[in-house]
């Protein structure tokens, strides 16, 4: 086996797991917090590309696009918790599920509406789209190196917000007890309100920086939204640590799975059972996982501490 | 043989010790209560004893048997009955219902498809039996969420009977009630005294000297006296540590 | 409130009445299309009925209950790809696939409450979903087409669409007897508390876990007969059929209609179908408007369909 074809699938396997955890981190805050299930998150994530899209061709420039697409997203998601959202924090996750699964209709169709059926690209500066030599043998292309290097930046950036500033302590407590930060004067309602805009925010910049890759369309939310619960799933819902191993091993294991599992098979089995069942296999792999990490711990692996 | 054998109980949380080392012995026929204030611990110890959480050391023996690794539903099967603190009945559902459902628990599987229950006989007419001696026949056809606090500790208590316990573990069947339902409740007990044996958690000091065999007293996890209810009215710690000084 | 009653049971009658003479009436009006528009909503019907049994009665929140759809038309599918087209063998292997999915699924996810639940049925029908399409040998993505529909015994022909419909129809009224029958016994008694309150039941001495299993594989198998019919009637097979937005569409029909009432699937499904139908005729942006009325109808139907009727029908006291 290839040994610079393992190093670059190691990457682009972490590289798939920032992205998850950019989108799974919004989710699993807003459900730790909010006792929230919001199946339109991944709508965010196709805002924010679509957004970022057209900004980068109007402007001519990826960089200023982004930067104004961030606080964009994070309007849009503002306003949708104050439209929609807020009115269903007391019913139960069945209506929740139902409502947000009606929204995932009305966004999706609104930007069939607003950008066509059609999906947009859009390139990256000149810049950002050669090669990086690693380790002396290895060519990775740079923009992915980035999309690592910030993903990475945002986690690490979220840790300093939620376990060293005052704001990060109410959501730390909110996570567990919710009822004990009201009794302590927090209008919660603002507080759920800049969360759920702060998630919306940080999906919608995964969805900017992957789409000049896979380009901006519709249905990307939805993809990325079931990968996102099982992330979230796997790391215990309201934990943002489990989010972000989780988003790793599911990354991985995923990329890797798809890469190599028909090698891997090849040592046990005919080549041609290996190629025609390795790809079903693959697909099918995260969720054995899920599957079998919810065997024996059925709270995921960093369940937060329960109310 | 005692009916109930506790030996050793522990569980902690964190490091917080909630029972601690705790024994208890109920024999049949009697009624044995525990009381002891706020925090002392005594929910988990029942806790312990249903199953519902599970004992760091210690064991628990009912009629001779090991339980204390027991799931919730067979200790249920094996003669243990609950009734809860804070009342938990099968919401909408009618009273009736409620109660067939209890006496359906102990008559084999339910693995049955095709009959309804409301035509049962064997169901129906031994939970109306049990529903006239609690004195609700006639809220027999409501829904749950139609009834008072009362008789929603009344129903409670009924379907714990309806299981035809051997041990009847009463979490504060008091709990919330005014004094006339409360009266009635203490008279209720007394009448159902001497068939199965019966843990009283309870703070109505009223109603436990009353009822009582003997008593246990739980303070901060651990048992610190336990005897006939003129040793513990007598007893120096229990005096200073929960009655008060008289 | 013997008029209320008449009026509820009437509405039920009234859809019963029109679905049982359906083919009669679309043909004297001369429009074919309307017998493929009820012969969907019968089986869409029979799929919500089946959903109506775990979640309505039993608190489930399946959110991958199409898979059971898929599986049902694949069991179809595939072995008239190989040139199999007997229905009772293709009958069985749709009762065991989805039999063997629902319960080794189901054992998995029954140990889970509440919205983890609900994301792992959707992980575990979105799997099903990937595995097919990764296929090539069975159409991947673009599906299957199969030529000719099962062959039945006793030279019950499904070409022709009455009888097609007519089975579809016979097979809804059979399971929701039967849905009938399980709910008020003895072990509709179990999965009907446990779906209100687990724990009490098991203080009470119910092992809750394994009829709630075994509700989870009846309902699931009901869904690939469903599927079954389904891959009959459309000729074309593919994975859309279990696409979590189909199970999605599921859940809503079966709340839309009330959940844990007997014929609230049918009134789901009926009004489902016909918005669905009515909406798409105006505009190709239908799914915004359907969209918002989902919302509309979380936050202010309660009970369903099935509930607003017996509101009507209880304040005539």
Redesign the interface.
């Known amino acids: 086996m290839d040994g610079a074809l393992v190093v670059v699938q190691l990457l682009n396997g972490i590289q798939l797991g920032v992205l998850l955890f950019l989108v799974a981190a919004g989710l699993t805050l807003v459900f730790g917090i909010m006792d929230f299930v919001n199946l339109a998150h991944g709508a965010l994530y196709m805002i924010g590309a679509f957004i970022c899209a057209s900004l980068t061709l109007a402007l001519d420039s990826f960089l200023i696009a982004i930067a104004l697409a961030l606080p964009a997203t994070f309007i849009v998601g503002y306003l949708i918790e104050r439209v929609f959202i807020c009115h269903l924090y007391h019913r139960d996750h069945l209506d929740q599920v139902l409502a947000t699964f009606g929204l995932i209709l009305v966004f999706d169709t609104l930007v069939h509406m607003l950008w066509g059926p059609a999906g947009i690209s859009y390139p990256l500066p000149n810049w950002m789209n050669g090669q990086v030599n690693l380790f002396g043998f290895v060519d990775f292309p740079l923009y992915r190196l980035l999309i690592i290097f910030s993903g990475i930046t945002v986690a690490i950036g979220l840790y300093f917000v939620i376990v060293r500033t005052k704001t990060g302590m109410l959501i730390r407590a909110g996570a567990s007890n919710r009822t004990m930060i009201s009794a302590l004067g927090v209008n919660i309602n603002q507080l759920f309100r800049y969360v759920f805009a702060t998630g919306a925010m940080l999906a919608g910049f995964a969805g900017m920086i992957i789409a000049p890759i896979t380009e901006a369309s519709i249905g990307m939310g939805s993809d990325i939204l079931l990968i996102a619960f099982v992330v979230i799933i796997i790391g215990g819902i309201g934990s943002i640590r489990g989010a972000l191993i989780a988003s790793l091993i599911v990354g991985l294991i995923d990329t890797m799975g798809r890469s190599f599992l028909d090698d891997l098979m090849k040592l046990f089995v005919s080549n041609q059972a290996a190629e025609t069942s390795a790809p079903a296999l693959s697909a099918m792999l995260v969720y054995i996982l899920m599957a079998a990490i919810l065997f024996f711990r059925p709270q995921g692996l960093f369940p937060p501490k329960t109310r | 043989m005692a009916l109930l054998e506790v030996n050793n109980l522990h569980k902690s949380f964190g490091g917080i010790s909630a029972t601690c080392d705790v024994s208890i012995r109920v024999e049949k026929g009697e009624l044995h209560a525990i009381i002891g204030p706020n925090g002392a611990g005594k929910t988990t110890l029942i806790s312990q004893l249903?199953g519902?959480l599970e004992s760091d050391s210690g064991t628990v023996y009912l009629d001779g048997k090991n339980i204390t690794r027991l799931?919730?539903?067979?200790r249920?099967?094996l003669g243990m009955a609950?009734s809860?603190q804070i009342t938990?009945?099968?919401?909408?559902?009618s009273v009736i219902?409620n109660v067939?459902?209890?006496v359906?628990?102990?008559s084999g599987h339910?693995?049955?498809?095709?009959?309804?229950?409301?035509a049962?006989q064997e169901l129906t007419e031994t939970s109306h039996e049990i529903l006239v001696n609690v004195g609700l026949q006639s809220r027999s056809l409501h829904r749950t969420t139609e009834l008072s606090h009362g008789e929603r500790r009344q129903l409670e208590v009924a379907?714990a009977l309806a299981?035809r316990p051997k041990l009847l573990l009463l979490d504060e069947p008091m709990a919330g009630m005014g004094s006339d339902e409360s009266i009635k409740m203490i008279d209720f007990i007394s009448s159902i005294k001497g068939g199965a044996g019966i843990l009283l958690i309870e703070h109505d000091m009223d109603a436990v000297f009353k009822l009582a065999d003997r008593i246990s007293v739980l303070v901060e996890g651990n048992i610190i006296a336990s005897g006939s209810p003129e040793q513990i009215r007598d007893d120096k710690q229990v005096r200073r540590s929960y009655l008060g000084d008289e | 409130m013997i008029a209320g009653l008449k009026l509820h049971g009437g509405v039920v009658v009234a859809i019963l009445l029109l679905l049982a003479f359906a083919p009669f009436i679309i043909d004297w009006i001369d429009k074919p299309f309307y017998l493929d528009l009820v012969t969907r909503m019968v089986i869409l019907a029979i799929a919500a009925a089946s959903l109506n049994l775990i979640l309505g009665y039993g608190g489930m929140i399946s959110f991958g209950h199409a898979a059971y759809l898929g599986i049902g038309a694949y069991s179809i599918g595939i072995p008239a790809y190989y040139g199999e087209y007997d229905g009772l063998y293709q009958l069985a292997i749709t009762i065991i696939a989805c039999g063997s999915f629902s319960l080794l699924t189901g054992y998995v996810c029954l140990r889970t409450k509440g919205v983890y639940f609900i994301m792992i049925t959707l992980a575990f029908a979105q799997m099903m979903f990937f595995a097919l399409v990764s296929i090539e040998e069975y159409g991947a993505d673009d599906g299957l087409v199969i030529d000719l529909r099962s062959e039945l015994p006793f030279g019950f022909s499904l070409e022709n669409s009455v009888s097609m419909y007519y089975l579809c129809f016979f097979i809804l009224l059979f399971f929701l007897f039967i849905i009938h029958?399980?709910v008020?016994?003895?072990?509709?008694?179990?999965i009907?508390?446990s779906a209100?309150?687990d724990?009490?039941?098991?203080?009470?001495?119910?092992?809750?876990f394994r009829?709630r299993l075994?509700c989870f594989v009846i309902a699931g198998v009901m869904c690939g007969v469903a599927g079954w019919l389904l891959g009959n009637f459309t000729n074309f097979i593919s994975p859309e059929m279990m696409d979590w937005t189909r199970s999605g569409e599921l859940i809503f029909i079966v709340v839309l209609g009330g959940a844990g009432s007997l014929f609230g699937p049918v009134l789901g499904t009926a009004a489902f179908v016909l918005i669905e139908e009515v909406l798409s005729g105006f505009t190709i942006y239908w799914q915004l408007y359907f969209g918002l009325f989902l919302v509309a109808v979380v936050l202010f139907v309660r009970g369903g369909l099935d509930g607003l009727l017996s509101k009507f029908s209880r304040s005539d006291k």
């Not at chain 2, 799931?71 to 067979?74: D, E, G, L, Q, T």
């Not at chain 3, 008020?184 to 179990?190: D, I, Q």
């Not at chain 3, 724990?199 to 809750?208: E, K, N």
Request: proline letters at 5%; charged letters at 20%; glycine letters at 4%.
């Open positions: 249903t519902d799931p919730m539903h067979k249920a099967r609950r809860f938990s009945v099968i919401d909408n559902m219902e067939m459902l209890s359906q628990a102990q339910s693995f049955r498809f095709w009959q309804p229950v409301s049962q379907m299981m | 029958r399980l008020n016994s003895r072990f509709g008694m179990v009907r508390g209100v309150n724990s009490r039941m098991q203080s009470l001495g119910f092992p809750t009829y075994l």
